[in-house]
């Protein structure tokens, strides 16, 4: 193929004469152009190490330092009382040979200043993250900042120094803290009291004080031990136990999607916006690994830890036998493409320069114009990632550990991420009831052999222009992709544009080789494990309920008029909506971040709360009045709150007991206190999807761009899984997750008591405004 051809430096032939050379110039060319490349990042990712293990400290500081010593000095000013005289009198005796008086005080004096700038960096720094270890400021009321905490606030923007990179910040976090047993304790027992009856709690309380006084000590001190010597104490066994030993499939199980614009299409052509979306993801990227990108920064001045984003791009989870891996390397040149069964490789680079998004237009053109058939086993490929880990990691040891099946899955697993060019359409139709309920479903799951699971996330593009990504959850959180998400749709959509007749700007480059077909030689053996992979998969996602609905009769402008957290509201509006469905309440899970620490990922905020389960049944309660069930309303909202808080600033207890637990299982201590904990179910599992972190538009201004947010899979059979955005002031999207296979959930009628609760207390707010104007 003439492809193949370009792609050779040099060719040589054997002939009767000898042998004969021929050398490709263009070839040689790109080479070279490429190894120029990879020094450049090479030499930035060096100059941004420096710069960052300096920080708060700036080069410029230094050279002012410098400057102002070594000129002290050569004027016979002596800054450093006597320090810089014993440094000249300690001077290697080589020194003191070649160098005169004047310029071995010059050198002291150089290094004296070196010294003290170092030492000032670090005195900083220090201070930096004795100040960022406050987290007071979190638990003012709204509005009500005391004067001590503004003083912080300045004070923290003086250390933090200017123009911070984006990991400028990580040694200057605080280290997660240990709680404290029997906080944690108290907290659990607390958490539990409204979902136990008196006999069953005072069971519960019995085993947890037996652990709190027998074993907690002894579990704590090796705790305590990990936290000293590691930088966070859980985030690595909560990436190896919780994802990567699961033996499960994590297709629904454990990755999560993201969906488009929610109103607005910037272009229906398939290939003409996986080529503005590729390249928008791909300047990402160039931020990214140039650390170009301001860190995410709470209130404007606290740092929240950036580690996640590390592994964003060229990263794989790798099956394996007892646990899987996570492949992360340094640079990824290729994309991997899937479209109608087959697998192709799309490079990003011409002549070192990342391709412009209309020649990656024209190369997802070619792929879709090709009509070449799947080769055996191929279409259903991908259905080894959706399936069980441990059929996968033998499949991947005995098929794919040679010859052409090594170098194509080589080629998927060391890609930036991949795309697939979906064939069919989706996207929020207002004439189609369910159209938000099958794209939710397409992206979670898709067809079961369509996305590589594995990938770190999946871009797919639909038929009709609209697109969305899958992602796998162990290397990261939502809010990373989040984050990545909100940059390519405001450089896709803002940015980059699309010419009037839908195609993306600029003139496609024809002499560029085609994307190369990925080839396979795939025995039967392997695709009856494919086959069972891929059964497995359609089993669990034919099982999935979806109901994804927007809520437009208020967002977060009304709910702040109340003078309440709009989260709060809507954790609060779940507990009534599942109350109302089940007639009982569960252990509800709403996941939290703790970024102001390092390494920090996510905590449990457990919304069922005493006061939560007093307000629903208010609702339920004729005899009461809509100012008592305000009141009682008011009080299960701050009490969210403060549990919101604790989470965040490292006073959670899920992750705490989930550490003990791993401990014990370490020592080989058995705690019947820590089994009951870690096996209770989580029937309701909530998320927000953040908006707005990186504001590259005015939402407001734009309100056709509003995000439709993203979804899970359910985390018990019988309970439901429910994510929510709130994308603007009067807009809330909901994302229901639940099993047709249980007799006890029903999505469709869980977004009607989630719309009804919600209409319910707002009612409450209306009824005392207008009892107030009267």
């Keep these: 193929m003439a492809e193949a051809h370009q792609a050779v430096a040099f060719q040589f032939t054997v002939t009767p004469e000898g042998v004969a050379f021929q050398l490709s110039r263009e070839a040689l060319k790109q080479i070279y152009l490429s190894g120029v490349s990879s020094w450049k990042k090479r030499l930035a990712r060096l100059k941004n190490s420096i710069l960052t293990g300096v920080f708060p400290g700036t080069p410029s500081g230094w050279l002012a330092v410098v400057a102002v010593t070594v000129g002290a000095t050569y004027f016979g000013i002596d800054v450093s009382v006597g320090l810089i005289f014993r440094i000249q009198k300690r001077l290697p005796n080589s020194c003191r040979r070649c160098l005169g008086v004047r310029s071995r005080s010059l050198l002291s004096a150089l290094i004296f200043s070196s010294g003290a700038w170092m030492l000032g960096v670090l005195l900083r720094r220090q201070a930096l993250r004795l100040l960022l270890s406050y987290h007071g400021w979190m638990f003012e009321p709204h509005g009500k900042t005391r004067p001590s905490t503004k003083i912080w606030a ?49 069971d519960m309380e019995a085993l947890a004080l037996d652990f709190q006084q ?72 160039r931020r990214l690994d140039r650390e170009d990108l301001a860190p995410v920064m709470a209130l404007g001045v606290v740092p929240l830890c950036s580690y996640q984003m590390e592994r964003i791009f060229n990263t794989t989870r790798i099956p394996g036998k007892q646990a899987d891996r996570l492949l992360h390397l340094s640079d990824s040149r290729h994309l991997a ?21 209309r020649d990656l237009e024209m190369q997802f053109q070619r792929i879709l114009d090709d009509p070449s058939p799947p080769e055996t086993g191929e279409e259903r490929l991908a259905a080894l990632t959706a399936g069980e880990r441990l059929p996968w990691a033998e499949a991947r040891e005995k098929y794919f550990s040679r010859g052409k099946n090594k170098a194509s899955l080589d080629c998927v697993e060391r890609a930036a991420f991949f795309v697939t060019l979906d064939e069919e359409e989706h996207g929020f139709d207002p004439d189609k009831e369910d159209s938000l309920d099958r794209y939710s479903k397409s992206l979670l799951h898709g067809q079961c052999c369509d996305r590589w699971f594995d990938k770190s996330f ?12 899958n992602a796998e959850h162990s290397w990261a959180d939502a809010p990373i992709i989040g984050h990545l998400w909100e940059f390519m749709l405001a450089t896709d959509h803002f940015q980059l544009g699309y010419c009037s007749d839908g195609h993306c700007h600029g003139v496609p480059n024809t002499a560029l080789p085609p994307p190369q077909r990925l080839t396979w030689d795939i025995p039967e053996e392997c695709c009856n494990v494919i086959d069972a992979s891929y059964a497995v998969a359609r089993a669990l996602a034919d099982d999935i309920d979806f109901h994804s609905f927007r809520f437009v009769e208020f967002g977060k402008g009304r709910i702040k008029k109340c003078r309440t957290s709009p989260d709060s509201f809507i954790q609060i509006a779940l507990q009534l909506a599942h109350f109302r469905d089940k007639g009982r309440f569960c252990l509800t899970y709403e996941a939290s971040m703790t970024r102001l620490f390092r390494e920090g990922r996510t905590e449990t905020v457990r919304s069922c709360t005493s006061e939560a389960t007093a307000f629903v049944r208010s609702m339920a309660d004729p005899s009461c009045s809509s100012s008592e069930r305000l009141e009682l309303f008011h009080v299960a909202a701050e009490k969210h709150q403060h549990l919101y808080r604790l989470a965040m600033t490292g006073s959670g207890l899920d992750r705490h007991l989930f550490c003990l637990y791993v401990v014990s299982r370490y020592l080989g201590v058995e705690s019947p206190f820590l089994d009951k904990v870690l096996s209770e179910p989580w029937r ?46 009067n807009l809330v999207t909901f994302h229901v997750s639940s099993k047709f296979s249980s007799p006890e959930t029903d999505s469709k009628r869980f977004g009607r008591n989630i719309h009804r609760a919600m209409l319910d207390i707002a009612a409450l707010f209306d009824a005392s405004a207008k009892r107030m104007s009267n």
């Design 154 to 202: 300045s004070m923290v923007r003086v250390m933090s120094g200017r123009h911070p990179m984006l990991y400028s910040f990580q040694t200057s976090l605080p280290k997660l803290p240990v709680p404290r047993v029997a906080d944690t304790i108290q907290r659990y027992l607390e958490s539990v009291r409204p979902l136990l009856d008196e006999e069953r709690f005072l």
């Design 214 to 285: 027998r074993l907690a000590p002894r579990l704590q001190k090796y705790l305590l031990l990990k936290s000293w010597w590691a930088t966070n104490y859980v985030s690595d066994w909560w990436e190896e136990y919780i994802y990567l030993r699961g033996r499960s499939p994590i297709m629904v199980n454990s990755n999560y999607y993201v969906m488009d614009f929610l109103y607005t299409t910037p272009t229906h052509l398939q290939a003409a916006r996986a080529g503005n979306a590729v390249h928008s993801i791909l300047l990402y990227r």
């Design 337 to 357: 493409v899937f479209h109608k069964g087959r697998f192709f490789k799309v490079w990003l680079y011409h002549a070192g320069k990342l391709l412009p998004p």
């Design 458 to 469: 999946s871009l797919v593009v639909y038929r009709n222009g609209k697109l969305g990504a």
């Design 684 to 729: 309701l599992s909530t998320s927000q999807t953040p908006q707005q972190q990186i504001k590259m538009f005015d939402l407001e201004a734009h309100p056709e761009c509003a995000s439709s947010g993203g979804g899970f899979g359910p985390v018990a059979d019988d309970g439901y899984g429910v994510s929510y955005i709130i994308a603007g002031e």
